[in-house]
């Protein structure tokens, strides 16, 4: 926003405004940036009126138009965060390998997509969807090397050697993220979701065929809450309400994954 003051003429820091308004949840504020930018359309550079294009085929429900404006843009400018967003448009009309094709022109270990949570989440499942394991596993090996005290890419090398059938790698890999999980976290928040990469993890190990493997998961899950980190977790008194019942959820799917059935009901209705 003080971008936009310093030059009254130039655009491009009102685009990347609109993108900080959607990625808030503020439709409001991001529409009136769009209206300032179409009243300026002609004095825009190409690549902030492609920009444009996009918000305004996105506000009309236009997906096609806002994908040709998205591969425009990312014509002018590859490997920029264009690149992300055609790849995503891509994925939305279930065209995963050319959506792959976007997420590679990205240099994901120099610049803004380095440590994006985001970029790698979307290359790792997109390299699992199409069943290329061993490019899952290297992309999940440099995510790791660049983020060398998270847990969070442990889970992605667990899953692509799930996929290369590496069954005892892939728990060996996982047992960090069962004894401390570490959840989904935004800008400023603590684990928000703890269970969530466990849970994904042990459908993984069922979707590949490891049941006993996969329920070893699912049990961990169940007896995180009394464990250490679990405790700790549910005494913080930053937890929220959500916060806390998603993971709720997550375990009553982690019982009625185990077949206690009952127990999982219960659950289920204090969730609902």
Same mark, same amino acid.
């Given at each position: ?11 491009? +820091? ?24 179409? !009243?300026?359309?002609?004095?825009? =550079?190409?690549?902030?009126? &492609?920009? %444009? ?9 236009? #997906? ?37 094709? &976007?997420?590679?022109?990205?240099? +994901?270990?120099?610049? $803004? =997509? ?5 970029? $790698? #989440?979307? %290359?790792? $499942? #997109? ?10 596993? !290297? !992309? ?26 590496? *069954? ?10 069962? #004894? ?46 009394? *464990?250490?980190?679990?405790? !700790? $977790? ?20 982690? %019982? ?17």
């Amino acid at each position: 926003a003080a971008a936009t003051q310093l030059d009254t003429t130039f655009y491009s +820091p009102w685009v990347w405004l609109a993108f900080a308004f959607d990625s808030n949840d503020q439709p409001e504020q991001k529409d009136s940036v769009v209206a300032l930018l179409a !009243a300026h359309r002609t004095q825009l =550079a190409p690549l902030d009126r &492609y920009a %444009l294009d996009s918000f305004e085929a996105d506000a009309r429900g236009d #997906t096609v138009g806002s994908r040709k404006a998205a591969i425009e843009a990312a014509r002018l400018s590859p490997g920029s965060e264009w690149s992300y967003h055609a790849a995503r448009a891509f994925f939305d009309e279930g065209r995963v390998r050319a959506g792959l094709h &976007y997420l590679e022109q990205v240099d +994901p270990e120099h610049g $803004w =997509a380095r440590e994006w949570f985001w970029y $790698w #989440t979307e %290359l790792l $499942w #997109t390299y699992h969807s199409l069943g290329e394991y061993r490019q899952e596993l !290297a !992309a999940a090996k440099r995510f790791t090397a660049i983020n060398p005290q998270s847990l969070t890419p442990r889970f992605f090398q667990a899953r692509a050697l799930l996929g290369l059938g590496r *069954s005892n790698e892939a728990e060996m890999q996982a047992r960090p993220l069962l #004894t401390n999980p570490p959840g989904l976290k935004g800008p400023g928040q603590q684990d928000r979701r703890p269970l969530v990469f466990p849970l994904a993890l042990g459908k993984e190990f069922l979707a590949h065929g490891f049941t006993v493997e996969a329920r070893r998961v699912f049990e961990s899950i169940v007896a995180w809450p009394g *464990s250490p980190a679990g405790l !700790a $977790w549910a005494d913080s008194r930053a937890r929220d309400d959500t916060s806390r019942r998603w993971t709720r959820g997550d375990l009553a799917l982690a %019982l009625y994954e185990l077949g206690r059935w009952d127990e999982a009901r219960v659950m289920f209705e204090q969730v609902a």
